[in-house]
């Protein structure tokens, strides 16, 4: 991941105006534009497969499941804007702001790179909690494991490291997602 050189801190509004990247992603922190690069194939296949087992399973009147590139609004000020990889909203409850997503989602899942840093990643979480997403996933190709984190005083503590079995998360009771059958063929 890299910043701008000489970065300036963004407002919103500065940020809204901004001309869409072309290939790669970038997330905003603190008003600073972060860029990183396109996500490789195997991530791209954790994606897809997880994807895959939530849309068979949720029932999209309810449920919004976004992946791929979008916007997760943590503030405004400083602006700070994360890109889960996937996400889980209940429709009743989803803000929408000029193309951004402006609520939490009841689970985000971030699937791991190996340039990623224990740092970014608590980074990644304060982040979270700090908006009330009740669940996070962190799903580690590289270890071939899926981590899940609650709230638990105030905080989002592990709570499980699963490597094989299925995972339900606790807002969609009706979803079973066998974990062996997220990781690349």
């Given at each position: 991941?890299?910043?701008?050189?000489?970065?300036?801190?963004?407002?919103?509004?500065?940020?809204?105006?901004?001309?869409?990247?072309?290939?790669?992603?970038?997330?905003?922190?603190?008003?600073?534009?972060?860029?990183?690069?396109?996500?490789?194939?195997?991530?791209a296949?954790?994606?897809?497969?997880?994807?895959?087992?939530?849309?068979?399973?949720?029932?999209?009147?309810?449920?919004?499941?976004?992946?791929?590139?979008?916007?997760?609004?943590?503030?405004?000020?400083?602006?700070?804007?994360?890109?889960?990889?996937?996400?889980?909203?209940?429709?009743?409850?989803?803000?929408?702001?000029?193309?951004?997503?402006?609520?939490?989602?009841?689970?985000?899942?971030?699937?791991?790179?190996?340039?990623?840093?224990?740092?970014q990643?608590?980074?990644?979480?304060?982040?979270?909690?700090?908006?009330?997403?009740?669940?996070?996933?962190?799903?580690s190709?590289?270890?071939?494991?899926?981590?899940?984190l609650?709230?638990?005083?105030?905080?989002?503590?592990?709570?499980?490291?699963?490597?094989e079995?299925?995972?339900?998360?606790?807002?969609?009771?009706?979803?079973?997602?066998?974990i062996?059958?997220?990781?690349?063929?």
């Amino acid at each position: 991941m890299a910043s701008l050189p000489n970065a300036k801190t963004l407002t919103y509004d500065q940020w809204l105006k901004l001309p869409l990247t072309a290939g790669g992603r970038e997330e905003v922190v603190n008003g600073e534009i972060t860029f990183m690069p396109p996500n490789k194939w195997p991530h791209a296949q954790v994606v897809r497969n997880l994807v895959a087992a939530f849309l068979r399973q949720i029932d999209p009147a309810a449920v919004e499941l976004v992946f791929s590139d979008f916007g997760l609004v943590i503030r405004r000020d400083p602006l700070t804007c994360r890109e889960p990889d996937l996400a889980l909203f209940d429709r009743g409850a989803m803000v929408v702001q000029d193309g951004y997503f402006h609520s939490p989602p009841q689970l985000a899942i971030a699937v791991l790179s190996p340039s990623e840093t224990r740092r970014q990643i608590e980074e990644k979480l304060r982040d979270y909690e700090s908006i009330g997403v009740p669940e996070v996933w962190l799903v580690s190709p590289e270890a071939g494991t899926l981590e899940r984190l609650l709230p638990e005083g105030g905080r989002l503590r592990r709570s499980a490291i699963v490597a094989e079995g299925s995972l339900t998360p606790q807002r969609f009771p009706n979803v079973s997602i066998d974990i062996l059958a997220i990781w690349p063929e």
